[in-house]
């Protein structure tokens, strides 16, 4: 079992930034078989939606939404039974507002099976 937790969200005006954290913790079999984390959000009266998600080999992917103002990073010194997952947030704007999700997925699971609790990001205009 992997639990997550997400820090980091706030209020913020347009075109300023945000760093959000997820911290992935477990055993040492769980979080070795963790084979992707990603980020997700979900605005208000809208469907959850993914942003960016980050391999267990270092591949990163995004949103055409978010792609040149997002990064997702992983903290280079990686503990066994925990890791740290960034979202670098640049350029905000309204439409980015909501709550973000982390999210993990294990080594042959077909979507992501771990989710955080959530962290609220206020972009204001």
């Known amino acids: 079992q992997v639990q997550l937790v997400e820090s980091g969200g706030g209020l913020v005006e347009a075109g300023g930034s945000l760093r959000l954290s997820c911290v992935a913790s477990?055993?040492?079999?769980?979080?070795?078989?963790?084979?992707?984390t990603g980020w997700y959000r979900q605005a208000p009266g809208k469907q959850r939606e993914w942003v960016a998600g980050?391999?267990?080999?270092?591949?990163?992917?995004?949103?055409?939404s978010v792609k040149g103002r997002f990064t997702i990073s992983r903290e280079n010194a990686r503990s066994t039974v925990k890791n740290t997952v960034y979202l670098q947030m640049n350029s905000l704007n309204p439409d980015d507002t909501a709550v973000y999700y982390c999210?993990?997925?294990?080594?042959?699971?077909?979507?992501?099976?771990?989710w955080g609790q959530g962290t609220q990001v206020i972009v204001s205009s």
């Open positions: 999210a993990g997925r294990r080594l042959g699971a077909s979507d992501y099976d771990y």
């Open positions: 980050i391999s267990n080999g270092g591949a990163t992917k995004y949103a055409d």
């Open positions: 477990g055993t040492v079999v769980s979080i070795a078989r963790l084979q992707a």
